[in-house]
Antibody, heavy 122, light 107 residues
């Protein structure tokens, strides 16, 4: 069965960086795009970007350009999201989510990771 | 960027009620719209994709309709497990924005 398992909660100081992992199993890793979204406490869902695990091409939303880096490791079927220059407003749950359909970057998200809480506090 | 609005923001309903949530896009997105249900502390769960296609395993009381700029999610007969927050998302163009959400709670 398809599984997306994310790394555990993190606490960082302002200005630091955090790297969240999303280890996948149960499907062909390189055939499905992966998205990252985040959700601040009590707030809505914000799309951050997308990575094609087959080759590693990425698209980020402009808001995070220059601060976010998404990467993939085909040897471990894992995608990563690193966010730098953290500020208190970045405190949120970060989710990886798989595009539903093979080779389709516009597919809706049929599988999600469990979420990783990143807390930014001095 | 394409903006999505949802109405209402909050909805109080009773078991057995028919519930309708509307999602409007700031420009046409054809049928590139998905609906998700989210319960507290959990990841969202896909209900509807391409505006009207029911995701496998989702109860048939959920349905979606619309195209272009106006979309609806309907729950034909609200069940206890349906009290949650519902989000629409457009997948027409980057960034793949979400609506602000509609919280459905018990009257």
């Amino acid at each position: 069965q398809v599984q997306l398992v994310q790394s555990g909660a993190e606490v960082r100081k302002p200005g630091a960086s955090v790297k969240v992992s999303c280890k996948t199993s149960g499907y062909t890793f390189t055939s499905y795009y992966m998205h990252w979204v985040r959700q601040a406490p009590g707030q809505g869902i914000e799309w951050m970007g997308i990575i094609n695990p087959n080759g590693g091409s990425t698209t980020y939303t402009q808001k995070f350009q220059g601060r976010v880096t998404m990467t993939s490791d085909t040897s471990t079927s894992t995608v990563y999201m690193e966010l730098s220059s953290l500020r208190s407003e970045d405190t949120a749950v970060f989710y990886c989510a798989r595009s539903c359909c093979r080779y389709d970057s516009s597919g809706s998200y049929d599988y999600w990771g469990q979420g990783t809480l990143v807390t930014v506090s001095s | 960027d394409i903006q999505l609005t949802q109405s209402p923001s909050f909805l109080s309903a009773s078991i057995g009620d028919k519930v309708t949530i509307t999602c409007r896009a700031s420009q046409g997105i054809s049928s590139y719209l998905a609906w998700y249900q989210q319960k507290p502390g959990k990841a969202p769960n896909l209900l509807i994709y391409t505006a009207s296609t029911l995701q496998s395993g989702v109860p048939s009381r959920f349905s979606g309709s619309g195209s272009g700029t106006e979309f609806t999610l309907t729950i034909s007969s609200l069940q206890p497990e349906d009290f949650a927050t519902y989000y629409c998302q457009q997948l027409d163009s980057y960034p793949f924005t979400f609506g602000p959400g509609t919280k459905v709670d018990m009257k």
